[in-house]
């Protein structure tokens, strides 16, 4: 039965005005919601996008007139643009990597049940309430070789050979922040993928069981399985989030060494922020967009091939 | 049962390593914060000074504008904890019980507002709040971020929501409650652990905001904490045991929250994954 049908013969015998009191009421408790995210979200993303196409400096009373394509052709021939552009690859790609790598074994690893498993799960999801600026400055002074033991430790395990500040080396500067990003990003990954291995009811591991799988080859044959929906989703909305994440560096490097950290987020930031030239911030934030949107499409197009092959 | 028990111990280890791993930096926070300056440098890589202090949250205390930084966050974390909450419950309880026309169009209203660079955001949001008297304003603030972290919350809710059975309030709604007055008084109760988890997740989040607090957000007055810090650090860039005294200070709020919340968190993206 549709749910016309049933709504029907509910609310067919009711007065108009009860009828539409009755459909309007699941908009009353959604009406703030919508409010506030039409409001500061939708309106300001429009505003943003126009703002592509002016040339709107804060500072200038005169600015404000539409420039055209302006802007977007002084990007397509700004160097620092395209480095920016490498530099996010390499830092989305490595953190989204190392962070879902080490929280599927921390999510394995929390699964099963064992004395103190409450106050070990508490201690290692904590990097996760660590501010972002704060885990950003915590970082960049465990790299200072002055206060900090991260230099002289990889000295010793000759990863170096003197101890410098690896964020002041360009050749170096972005593990930095990766590193940073993946110590408080872990318990993201953690928290979700223990979620979804909890909701794998448990009789299908004593039945394989019995029936001799191993171990491995129960995690590939039901564990991965059920979580591959969750692993989808959260890897796709954490790689357009930390592809926009520029906090760790906007603190930890400022984009530096000489540019060898600045990725696109952190340009934006830095446009509108320092040269308070919104026009160009925002030419940079619409391609930024344009680019998440086709690798979003992508990943849901090659997820719905794959659940068609099935 | 030898295999068995290998298998335990490299278990327990790997868990070891990384609480080890989340632990440390924060450990060396605290260490550098009680560590005496005299000492700060010849004894920079010592897991404990040989002589502790706690002057250095003495100096951030008296002689800065930390605590107004503190009231500041503590202001604008908790306001929006509570007003994201209220939203987020009444909105995720209309995605989870109702079944309406342009339900879809909500649920997709708010993933766009998951995908897109929110730094796109800070140019127009400061040319609307500017007009409107809310830049340099912690209303100003509340407001952004509220809006910032509903979308999140309101899926986080629903998923509390999901997994209480609908019986209950039907069954008030036949004794002839209204369905608000069933709402507030039968299912909110029930899901105290769910309001707990979202209060704690925004206000870590609130508390944590950066890039929209130092544009919105000018002078010492109405700053929040990560700006106050971040000034603060670039004011006294020398000194490394009062940065992290404050550090340490601004970390405590945060933390105590999530360790009271981490457990509900799991259990309601659980019981949103059992529903499907």
Same mark, same amino acid.
């Given at each position: 039965m549709s749910y016309h049908q049933v709504a029907g013969t509910r609310t067919g015998g009711k007065r108009p005005l009860r009828?539409?009191?009755? =459909?309007?009421?699941?908009?009353?408790? +959604?009406?703030?919601?919508?409010?506030?995210?039409?409001?500061?979200?939708?309106?300001? #993303?429009?505003?943003?996008?126009?703002?592509?196409?002016?040339?709107?400096?804060?500072?200038?009373?005169?600015?404000?007139?539409?420039?055209?394509?302006?802007?977007?052709?002084?990007? %397509?021939?700004? =160097?620092?643009?395209?480095?920016?552009?490498?530099?996010?690859?390499?830092?989305?790609?490595?953190?989204?990597?190392?962070?879902? $790598?080490?929280?599927?074994? #921390?999510?394995?690893?929390?699964?099963?049940?064992?004395?103190?498993?409450?106050?070990?799960?508490?201690?290692?999801?904590?990097?996760?309430?660590?501010?972002?600026?704060?885990?950003?400055?915590?970082?960049?002074?465990?790299?200072n070789p002055v206060i900090g033991p991260l230099p002289h430790w990889m000295v010793s395990l000759g990863l170096l050979s003197a101890p410098n500040n690896i964020l002041a080396d360009p050749q170096l500067a972005m593990w930095g922040p990766i590193i940073a990003n993946v110590w408080w990003g872990i318990p993201f990954f953690a928290i979700t993928l223990l979620a979804a291995l909890q909701a794998i009811p448990r009789d299908l591991y004593e039945a394989a069981a019995i029936d001799g799988a191993n171990p491995l080859q129960r995690f590939i044959s039901i564990t991965l399985p059920f979580l591959a929906p969750t692993i989808a989703i959260t890897i796709l909305l954490r790689t357009v989030w930390i592809a926009n994440f520029a906090d760790l560096i906007v603190v930890m490097t400022n984009g530096g060494p000489a540019d060898r950290t600045q990725i696109v987020a952190s340009y934006i930031f830095t446009q509108a922020f320092r040269r308070l030239d919104f026009g160009y911030a925002s030419a940079i934030a619409l391609v930024l967009l344009v680019l998440l949107l086709a690798y979003s499409m992508l990943i849901v197009v090659i997820r719905q091939r794959l659940i068609e092959k099935d | 049962m030898t295999g068995k028990l290998i298998g335990t111990i490299a278990h327990r280890g790997a868990i070891l390593v990384y609480i080890a791993f989340a632990l440390f930096p924060l450990f060396w926070l605290l260490k550098v914060s009680?560590?005496?300056?005299?000492?700060?440098?010849?004894?920079?890589?010592?897991?404990?000074?040989?002589?502790?202090?706690?002057?250095?949250?003495?100096?951030? &205390?008296?002689?800065?504008?930390?605590?107004?930084?503190?009231?500041?966050? /503590?202001?604008?974390?908790? +306001?929006?904890?509570?007003?994201?909450?209220?939203?987020?419950?009444?909105?995720?309880?209309?995605?989870?019980?109702?079944?309406?026309?342009?339900?879809?169009?909500?649920?997709?209203?708010?993933?766009?507002? !998951? @995908?897109?660079?929110?730094? *796109? /955001?800070?140019?127009?949001?400061?040319?609307?709040?500017?007009?409107?008297?809310?830049?340099?304003?912690?209303?100003?603030?509340?407001?952004?971020?509220?809006?910032?972290?509903?979308?999140?919350?309101?899926?986080? *809710?629903?998923? $509390?929501?999901?997994? &209480?059975?609908?019986?209950?309030?039907?069954?008030?709604?036949?004794?002839?409650?209204?369905?608000?007055?069933? $709402?507030? !008084?039968?299912?909110?109760?029930?899901?105290?652990?769910?309001?707990?988890?979202?209060?704690? $997740?925004?206000?870590?989040?609130?508390?944590?905001?950066?890039?929209?607090?130092? @544009?919105?957000?000018?002078?010492?007055?109405?700053?929040?904490?990560?700006?106050?810090?971040?000034?603060?650090?670039?004011?006294? %860039?020398?000194?490394?045991? !009062?940065? *992290?005294a404050a550090g340490v200070m601004a970390l405590i709020p945060a933390c105590l929250f999530f360790l009271l919340i981490q457990r509900y968190l799991v259990q309601g993206l659980t019981a949103g994954a059992v529903k499907g």
């Open positions: 009828r539409f009191a009755d =459909a309007a009421e699941p908009w009353f408790y +959604s009406a703030p919601v919508l409010v506030l995210i039409i409001a500061v979200m939708l309106v300001p #993303l429009l505003l943003g996008l126009s703002y592509a196409f002016r040339d709107i400096q804060l500072l200038n009373p005169f600015s404000g007139g539409f420039v055209g394509l302006k802007h977007l052709k002084a990007l %397509s021939q700004d =160097a620092a643009f395209y480095r920016a552009l490498k530099n996010t690859l390499w830092w989305t790609g490595a953190s989204v990597f190392l962070q879902f $790598f080490f929280g599927l074994i #921390l999510a394995l690893l929390l699964d099963k049940p064992f004395a103190g498993r409450g106050i070990a799960q508490a201690l290692v999801f904590l990097p996760w309430a660590v501010p972002t600026f704060l885990a950003g400055l915590n970082w960049a002074w465990l790299f | 009680v560590t005496p300056n005299d000492l700060l440098y010849s004894e920079g890589v010592r897991l404990w000074p040989s002589r502790s202090t706690f002057d250095h949250y003495h100096f951030v &205390i008296e002689n800065s504008a930390f605590p107004t930084f503190f009231k500041n966050s /503590l202001i604008v974390a908790s +306001s929006t904890a509570f007003a994201v909450t209220v939203f987020s419950s009444l909105a995720g309880y209309a995605l989870s019980r109702f079944r309406f026309r342009g339900k879809y169009v909500i649920i997709a209203l708010m993933l766009i507002t !998951q @995908m897109f660079p929110l730094v *796109m /955001l800070v140019a127009p949001i400061f040319k609307m709040l500017s007009p409107l008297g809310l830049t340099n304003s912690l209303t100003g603030l509340v407001i952004v971020y509220t809006a910032f972290n509903v979308p999140f919350a309101t899926f986080l *809710m629903q998923s $509390f929501f999901d997994g &209480i059975p609908k019986d209950l309030e039907e069954a008030a709604m036949i004794d002839g409650a209204s369905r608000f007055t069933a $709402f507030r !008084q039968i299912i909110l109760p029930l899901t105290l652990p769910g309001i707990a988890a979202t209060l704690g $997740f925004v206000f870590t989040a609130a508390w944590s905001e950066l890039l929209f607090a130092l @544009m919105l957000i000018s002078g010492n007055a109405s700053a929040t904490f990560p700006v106050g810090l971040l000034t603060f650090v670039s004011k006294f %860039s020398v000194d490394f045991g !009062q940065m *992290m």
